[in-house]
């Protein structure tokens, strides 16, 4: 009951916290989407209908990770400069209470803006996506395990180390895994990297649940996620409760 | 007593001992104020009693019970107010306090009572239903302290709550601050700012590089500086040797002035000294009046927290 009663007040708490840069992260969360889906075709404007349907799909996957990899450790690791943290950790509630409620939050930032950016994707280019109703899973697991691993980032490092890191998660995620491309294209070692990581898996699960005609249902990338997800949320959950 | 700490130590993994062998107890109903300059401790050791920090070694029991071995315990009965803004810029302050009088276990209606209570009482009415994030930082710190004083812990820990508070509305939280120990929580109060300090709390003790220096009521410590006045020089820019106390007692620089401790007896001899040095021009002017808690932790820790920060704190608590 009352795990129950505090997850309500802490999201209204951090709903409120958020809500005057809600608009604005959404409007930003759906360019990015947007951005991917329209943005590479011109980018290369030969592309294959294959091609198209990788990026189209791909691009919730790397929407959700620029937020929980990005935007959100950073944002914990300047609650932690300044002391905002600390003065949440004061309260006497449950630290699953106040977690799930921060998650939440983030993950209710972050999915409206990725839906809608592949909706738009898919009128632009006429695809035919097939969704599975496990797409709603899929999304909340993506988000949720990105969420995780940059709470866990954030909770572990100092401010400054979080900065750095975040910025070479996003070259990474953009550059150098397999969301827009096939790991096929990758050489063989970094494929058996990939295949560890979260990432990769985070792309399969949703262009298999946006698309399952054109990708399959990939099982195996939902235990890899799940994971990764419940290493996260563990590691977080230990640096909230620890006393330094 | 409600709050009982014993030798707390607290030893960073940098090696910095924060925390040297503490040892407070505060009653229910009583102030119990925490000096020191900045770094002495004072944060590190209210972090511990909330369950933030763990302690290298020591104690701490509220009501007999452990709060190091049940740190969740702690958070539920103790309420605190940070040294750091609250997190509640998108709040109103009537949600923000709302918020957390229901997070502390407190019923809505009657958390809704107390906060038109509080409210009122810390004069906040105009700011009410406005965003936190468009409120100046004294409001926003009352508003904080409202937030710790709605659904009140056993023991209220006010950090530094009187930082940018303008000196009318100081007074309105000082009123507050009693009213939390007459309805019989024990308040430990952090602050730097001395003479407020001085009119405000019951007992105290001053901190100093992790250890307690003094503990003693306000009355009790000044008895201890020996003078029961004060003569405050104002020395010349220019000259450059201090004036020597004629009076064997405690002679401290802080910043551009002297501060000697006076024994009663021999006011005329201190005024008449003082105008002989104003004379030869080694002063520029001088005061004589009671001694005061300032006088007691100068001479304790000395002078160098006492710069110009602290000669507005002083400004804005006679203002008050």
New interface residues.
């Given amino acids: 009951m009352q795990m129950l009663?505090?997850y309500r007040?802490?999201v209204?708490?951090q709903a409120?916290?958020?809500?005057?840069y809600l608009p604005l992260m959404l409007a930003v969360q759906t360019l990015f989407t947007l951005g991917i889906v329209l943005g590479y075709p011109l980018l290369f404007p030969t592309l294959d209908r294959a091609a198209i349907y990788l990026i189209a799909t791909g691009a919730p996957a790397i929407s959700m990770l620029s937020v929980g990899l990005v935007a959100l450790p950073q944002t914990i690791g300047e609650?932690k400069t300044?002391?905002?943290l600390?003065?949440?950790?004061?309260?006497?509630?449950p630290r699953l209470a106040y977690l799930a409620a921060d998650l939440t939050v983030w993950l209710a930032i972050v999915i409206p803006g990725v839906v809608l950016g592949v909706l738009v994707g898919a009128v632009r280019f006429g695809l035919d996506f097939q969704v599975s109703p496990l797409v709603v899973p899929a999304v909340l697991l993506v988000a949720l395990t990105s969420a995780c691993i940059g709470y866990a980032i954030a909770s572990l490092l100092p401010y400054m180390l979080t900065v750095i890191i975040t910025q070479a998660i996003v070259v990474f995620v953009f550059m150098f895994s397999p969301l827009t491309f096939l790991p096929s294209k990758l050489p063989a070692w970094f494929e058996v990297i990939h295949s560890i990581l979260p990432i990769q898996a985070m792309g399969e699960v949703t262009r298999g649940t946006i698309a399952p005609n054109e990708f399959g249902l990939p099982l195996g990338a939902f235990v890899t996620l799940a994971v990764w997800c419940v290493l996260g949320f563990g590691v977080t959950y230990a640096a909230m409760s620890r006393?330094? | 007593m409600l709050l009982q700490i014993e030798e707390l130590t607290k030893e960073y993994r940098t090696g910095t001992r924060a925390n040297d062998g503490i040892s407070l107890a505060i009653g229910e109903g009583e102030v119990f104020g925490l000096l020191g300059h900045n770094g002495a401790g004072k944060t590190t050791l209210v972090n511990q009693v909330v369950g933030l920090l763990r302690p290298t070694s020591g104690s701490i029991r509220i009501d007999g019970r452990d709060m190091v071995a049940d740190p969740g315990l702690a958070r539920r009965l103790c309420s605190f107010q940070a040294q750091a803004q609250v997190p509640i810029d998108g709040l109103t302050p009537r949600q923000a306090i709302d918020l957390l009088g229901q997070l502390r276990g407190g019923a809505r209606a009657d958390v809704q009572r107390r906060r038109e209570r509080l409210i009122e009482a810390l004069d906040l009415g105009e700011w009410l239903d406005v965003d936190a994030a468009r409120l100046s930082g004294g409001v926003k710190r009352l508003v904080a302290f409202a937030m710790a004083a709605v659904v009140p812990g056993r023991v209220v820990m006010l950090d530094e709550p009187t930082n940018d508070v303008d000196p009318v509305r100081r007074r309105l939280l000082w009123r507050q601050v009693r009213t939390l120990a007459d309805h019989g929580a024990a308040v430990l109060l952090v602050t730097h700012n001395v003479i407020e300090a001085e009119r405000s709390v019951d007992r105290l003790a001053i901190l100093d590089e992790g250890r307690v220096i003094a503990e003693g009521t306000p009355a009790e410590l000044k008895g201890r500086l020996g003078a029961a006045l004060r003569l405050e020089l104002v020395l010349d820019p220019d000259a450059v040797e201090l004036p020597a106390s004629p009076f064997g007692l405690s002679a401290v620089p802080v910043g551009n002035r002297l501060m000697i401790g006076v024994p009663m007896d021999a006011a005329g001899q201190a005024v008449a000294w003082a105008e002989s040095l104003k004379h030869t021009g080694s002063i520029e002017e001088f005061t004589l009046g009671p001694a005061t808690l300032e006088d007691v932790y100068v001479a304790l820790v000395g002078g160098s927290d006492a710069g110009p920060a602290h000669v507005e704190e002083v400004i804005d608590a006679n203002a008050a």
């Fill in positions: 009663h505090s007040l802490l209204t708490w409120l916290r958020k809500k005057n609650q300044e002391g905002s600390a003065y949440m950790r004061s309260l006497p509630v006393r330094g």
